[in-house]
């Protein structure tokens, strides 16, 4: 079974600032999903951004990067120029593509950001 | 275009009754899943199911059951509860043929008294 790990119960950053958001994961699979998703007070999970494990190149979305190192099994979230609606839970999730039409998403604790004024 | 929806938001029930919660997916979803996010932990997957059909289910007892409806919507069902079922159920919709990531609904705040 695979297994999502994010050390960093809290994180905070200056408004404006760069910060990033550690998330390994164990797995024997070569092929997978990984995702970054946010969770604000209203409880809603948000997609941030998604990578593909075959692709080498790491995905971007406005503000928010990753870096994926698939041998290292380590798929972390820059955030830049972080503003005030950042501020929330962030989750690293794992998708298995072994067993074809099965969704579950594998997810970490959390990381609570806290963006200080 | 309305997202996951999920009913009701919040229940407070007692030990030993049964509960019932409701979502109902992105128009042209097909598949739902559900998770249990117990306060200060990542969620957990229950079910999914893909045209009424399962195809996964999690470490969850038999208590727990699920079904999905000809319109998509879906249904999770607890019985028996127990103190320790108190969480944020959430229900996700994705289209079920590639997939991007789910949506998500605001999810059912469950307190078990």
């Known amino acids: 079974a695979q297994t999502v790990t994010q050390s960093q119960p809290e994180m905070s950053v200056q408004e404006a600032e760069t910060v990033t958001l550690s998330c390994t994961y164990d797995?024997?699979?070569?092929?997978?999903?990984l995702f970054w998703y946010k969770q604000p007070p209203s409880r809603q999970m948000i997609l941030v951004i998604r990578?593909?494990?075959?692709?080498?190149q790491n995905a971007t979305e406005n503000r928010f990067s990753v870096n994926f190192q698939k041998a290292a099994k380590s798929f972390s979230l820059k955030i830049s120029d972080s503003q005030l609606g950042d501020a929330a839970m962030y989750f690293c999730?794992?998708?298995?593509?072994?067993?074809?039409?099965?969704?579950?998403?594998?997810f970490g604790t959390g990381t609570r950001l806290t963006i200080i004024p | 275009d309305a997202g996951v929806t999920q009913s009701p938001t919040h229940l407070i029930k007692t030990r030993g009754q049964q509960v019932t919660l409701r979502c109902s997916p992105i128009?042209?979803?097909?598949?739902v899943s559900w998770y249990q996010q117990v306060l200060g932990q990542g969620p957990q997957f229950i079910f999914q199911?893909?045209?009424?059909?399962?195809?996964g289910r999690g470490n969850f007892p038999d208590r727990f059951s699920a079904r999905q409806f000809p319109n998509y919507s879906s249904e999770l069902n607890v019985n028996a509860l127990l103190l320790g079922d108190s969480a944020l159920y959430l229900c996700?919709?994705?289209?079920?043929?590639?997939?991007?990531?789910?949506?998500f609904g605001s999810g059912t705040r469950l307190t078990v008294v």
């Open positions: 996700a919709s994705s289209p079920g043929t590639a997939f991007y990531g789910y949506t």
């Open positions: 797995t024997s699979e070569s092929d997978y999903y």
């Open positions: 990578q593909e494990a075959y692709k080498q």
């Open positions: 999730a794992y998708r298995s593509l072994a067993n074809f039409g099965n969704e579950k998403l594998t």
């Open positions: 128009s042209g979803h097909k598949s």
């Open positions: 199911y893909y045209e009424k059909e399962e195809r």
